[in-house]
C-alpha cells in the first residue's frame, strides 16, 4: 500500500471492521502496520491512538495493540444506541432531507440495495459486509446528518465486532430486504412505519448473535490482507 496519514490507517481500519475483515482480538502490530502503510511508526501509533480514543483498539501490557473484543453488556449498549440514533432520525425524515428532494434520497437509497443485492449474489464477502453496513451510514448521509453519518459508522463498526465475535446467524439476504421494506416505508411518506422497521432490523440483528467467540491469525500477510481497501460501487467512492 501507499503511504497513508494517521487519518487514512484509521479509516482503513474502521472500514475494514466493518467488512469483517479484522476481528475482534487481533493484533494490530507497529511495525507490521508500519510495513504495510510505508509509514513511520510513531505515525501509526498516533493513528492507534486516535482508533482507542474511538474504543475499536486497546494496549494490553507488554504485548502492544488489539482490536477490542466487545463484552455482551459493551454489545447491548451499541445496540441500543442503534436504536436511539436511528430510530430518531428516521422519524424526523422529512419530505426536504438535507437540503435534497425526499426523490433523490430515495433513489441514492434504492441504488444502494440494488449494490447490496448484486454483492450478495457475488463472491466478495468483504464487499458484501461493507455494504450491509454501510447501508445506515449512507441513510443518515441521504437524509442530511453529517454528524450522525459520523456517528453511525462507529456504531455500526462496533456492532460488526460483536457480530464477528459472537458469530451471528444473520443472513444477507435478510438484512438486504429489510433494508428494502425501510426505503419502501420512507418513500411512501411512512416515517413512523420506516423508524419501526429500523428497530425489527437492529432487533433481529442482535438476536442473531451466538456465544462462541472466533480465532485470528495475527502475522503481517494476514494484516495486509485485512487492510485491503474494500472495493466500493462507484456510487459510494471516498470523496
Not at 502496520?33 to 482508533?51: F, H, I, K, P, W
Not at 502492544?64 to 473484543?69: A, Q, R, S, T
Not at 432520525?89 to 448484486?118: F, T
Request: proline residues 2%; neutral net charge.
Amino acid at each position: 500500500m501507499s503511504s497513508a496519514n494517521q487519518t487514512q490507517i484509521a479509516k482503513q481500519v474502521v472500514e475494514s471492521i466493518l467488512a469483517q475483515k479484522l476481528a475482534p482480538g487481533e493484533r494490530l502490530g507497529e511495525q507490521e502496520l508500519a510495513d504495510v502503510y510505508g509509514v513511520s511508526r510513531t505515525l501509526v501509533r498516533e493513528a492507534l491512538m486516535q482508533l482507542q480514543a474511538r474504543g475499536f483498539v486497546e494496549v494490553r501490557t507488554r504485548k502492544g495493540w488489539y482490536v477490542v473484543e466487545p463484552s455482551i453488556e459493551q454489545a447491548r449498549d451499541a445496540f441500543a444506541a442503534r436504536r436511539a440514533v436511528e430510530a430518531g432520525m428516521l422519524r424526523e425524515a422529512e419530505l426536504d432531507a438535507g437540503g435534497q428532494p425526499l426523490q433523490s434520497v430515495i433513489r441514492k437509497l434504492r441504488q444502494h440495495v440494488k449494490e447490496e443485492q448484486q454483492a450478495i449474489a457475488g463472491a466478495d464477502s468483504a464487499t458484501r459486509s461493507f455494504l450491509l453496513a454501510d447501508f445506515h451510514v449512507c441513510l443518515a448521509e441521504c437524509l442530511g446528518h453529517t454528524l450522525l453519518a459520523d456517528m453511525l459508522r462507529d456504531l455500526t463498526a462496533r456492532t460488526m465486532l460483536v457480530a464477528t465475535l459472537y458469530q451471528s446467524t444473520h443472513d444477507a439476504k435478510q438484512s438486504c430486504a429489510q433494508h428494502a421494506q425501510i426505503v419502501a416505508a420512507l418513500e411512501k411518506g411512512d416515517s413512523e412505519g420506516a423508524a419501526n422497521l429500523m428497530l425489527a432490523h437492529i432487533g433481529n440483528v442482535e438476536n442473531a448473535l451466538g456465544e462462541a467467540a472466533g480465532t485470528t491469525a495475527d502475522a503481517r500477510e494476514r494484516l495486509r490482507a485485512s487492510l485491503t481497501p474494500v472495493v466500493r460501487p462507484a456510487s459510494r467512492a471516498v470523496k
